[in-house]
């Protein structure tokens, strides 16, 4: 390699800025080279040679590719890009009523009553009922099928008896894309009439189904509120790793896998890390997939499913952590009436009250429940199914109460990190939340002593292997805190009336059940 003159040149590339000289011979050809611009960028060139051009060099190529040129055929993007077609809710403009606007959608259904037709298109926000006049829309209905996305214009008008109050005359179509194959699924009827096998087996297909879709939006306000709620109380959102060397749980229940020839589990829940956190952002939240791999196969078992878990540091006591799950149940209910109230109408949803909430210690519970129901204790230590629908039952005929807490749970079915009653150790501080007798929650206040939780350890006959790191956050202090984790799906199916935690599940990982 050889260098010609003394004079030399700053080169900056993509990885690294150094002096090189003026020109430099390569010692091979190669395919491709940055050729020098007038913009001052290096630009690729399909030319072959043995010279690499610098500043100051004059062009010695043939003009760049028409992609490398310069701006005149650059496209920049601004932001989102504005559109002419309208959405549901910009069609409730009065002004527009007798003009001509464009829509898209998919169709939902077709009503042939002769020289008249109503289309039903389906869009994100509901369903907009356009009429077919014969002669007037500018295309033949028998080319229009079930399914098909289109972009539609027409003469909009007030129409009390169609969903909305509003109708689109059609003058126009535009087919997007049309099926081929005919809808398995009576997606049209108000109530899909069909098995939950069927439903969960056909899914992205079944929840086109007005109802069906409807289930899932109140579960997106659920989460909503969970994270407005949370926000507005100072607390951060953080993400935690799903796959771990330990689980926070302890127990059989676990997922396990081979982790690059070192043994690992699918997290059960993200309670170390949350607890980790506390001590650096004092409060914060998750909404995340946990992994359980209880042979269960109930109605309301999942092998995976979301939670929606919170953590909070400078606590008094368990009860504000109570405190503040009723604050996010009072603001949802309030965010669900406000935000989703046509979905709260399509599935003739009674919201649950939230103004006040019992709480009831946990052996109190089980002889309130005994002795008003005629029912033997058999299970000294946890809620029986049985026991917490009847403790539901008992409240809701006593106090007109959806939902009850219930507290003081027996240290011996609560997790190591659990802080223990000093007043009777055989407790914890710790809760369950029931609604319409079913467990959505399950929260309490947190060993904070690095000495108590190895005793507590030690007393679990657990070891301190992978659990390192977490002890380590407790050796150097941490502040009183506590948590909680709730059960999206259980909390949305209680909320919509379902009994099967799959029907607002959207794609359900349970015993059987690994597709779609």
């Known amino acids: 390699m050889q260098k010609r003159g003394a004079q030399f040149f700053l080169l900056k590339d993509m990885h690294s800025m150094r002096v090189v000289p003026r020109e430099i011979e390569l010692i091979r050809p190669v395919p491709e080279y940055l050729q020098y611009s ?14 690499l051009s610098l500043p100051g060099d004059k062009p010695t190529s043939l003009v760049p590719e028409a992609r490398f040129r310069r701006n005149e055929n650059m496209e920049f993007m601004t932001g989102v890009k504005k559109t002419d077609l309208l959405e549901l809710p910009e069609l409730q403009d009065k002004s527009l009523v007798g003009q001509t606007v464009k829509v898209n959608g998919a169709v939902h259904t077709i009503r042939d009553m002769g020289d008249v037709a109503f289309v039903v298109l389906r869009k994100r926000d509901g369903l907009l009922q356009c009429v077919y006049e014969e002669g007037k829309a500018g295309f033949d209905l028998k080319d229009l099928k079930e399914a098909a996305t289109v972009e539609m214009e027409g003469i909009l008008n007030e129409e009390e008896r169609a969903p909305g109050g509003i109708e689109l005359r059609i003058r126009g179509l ?60 100072g ?15 302890g127990g059989a229940n676990l997922f396990k896998l081979d982790y690059f020839h070192r043994p690992a589990v699918l997290q059960q829940s993200p309670q170390l890390y949350k607890q980790m956190m506390v001590g650096v952002f004092d409060r914060v939240f998750e909404t995340a997939p ?22 909070m540091g400078y606590i008094n006591g368990f009860e504000d952590i109570m405190a503040m799950e009723t604050g996010f149940l009072q603001y949802t209910m309030k965010l669900l009436e406000r935000e989703y109230a046509k979905e709260l109408k399509i599935l003739n949803i ?55 807490f219930v507290t003081h749970y027996p240290s011996k079915k609560r997790p190591f990190y659990a802080m223990d009653d000093p007043e009777d150790a055989r407790f914890t501080l710790s809760f369950d939340l029931l609604y319409h007798g079913l467990e959505i929650t399950t929260g309490g206040q947190r060993i904070h002593d690095y000495n108590m939780l190895v005793e507590k350890i030690a007393a679990k006959g657990m070891d301190q292997e992978g659990l390192e790191q977490y002890l380590d956050t407790f050796r150097y202090g941490m ?11 259980r909390l949305t199916m209680k909320l919509v009336g379902e009994d099967n935690v799959r029907e607002t599940t959207l794609y359900p990982r349970d015993l059987s059940r690994l597709e779609p």
């Open 479 to 489: 502040p009183p805190h506590g948590g909680l984790g709730i059960g999206m799906e």
């Open 350 to 404: 009674t919201l649950p009250k939230t103004d006040k909430i019992p709480a009831v210690r946990f052996d109190k519970a089980k002889e309130l429940v005994a002795e008003k129901y005629n029912r033997k204790i058999r299970n000294p230590f946890d809620l029986e199914p049985e026991e917490e629908t009847l403790i539901g039952q008992y409240f809701k005929e006593e106090y007109d109460a959806d939902f009850v």
């Open 235 to 249: 607390f951060t959102e953080i993400h935690t790793p799903k796959i771990g060397a330990k689980s926070a749980e």
């Open 38 to 51: 007038e913009t001052g960028f290096f630009c690729a060139s399909n030319e072959r040679s043995s010279k």
């Open 290 to 311: 946990v992994f359980r791999a209880e042979k269960h196969n109930t109605k309301r078992h999942l092998n995976e499913y979301t939670s929606l878990d919170f953590e």
């Open 174 to 233: 535009k087919i997007l894309s049309s099926p081929c194959a005919p809808m398995p699924l009576p997606i049209a009827k108000w109530k899909l009439n069909t098995s939950l096998d069927a439903k969960l087996n056909m899914r992205s297909v079944s929840l086109r189904n007005i109802r069906e879709r409807a289930k899932f939006k109140i579960q997106e306000g659920i989460v909503k509120g969970f994270r407005d709620f949370l926000y507005e109380q």
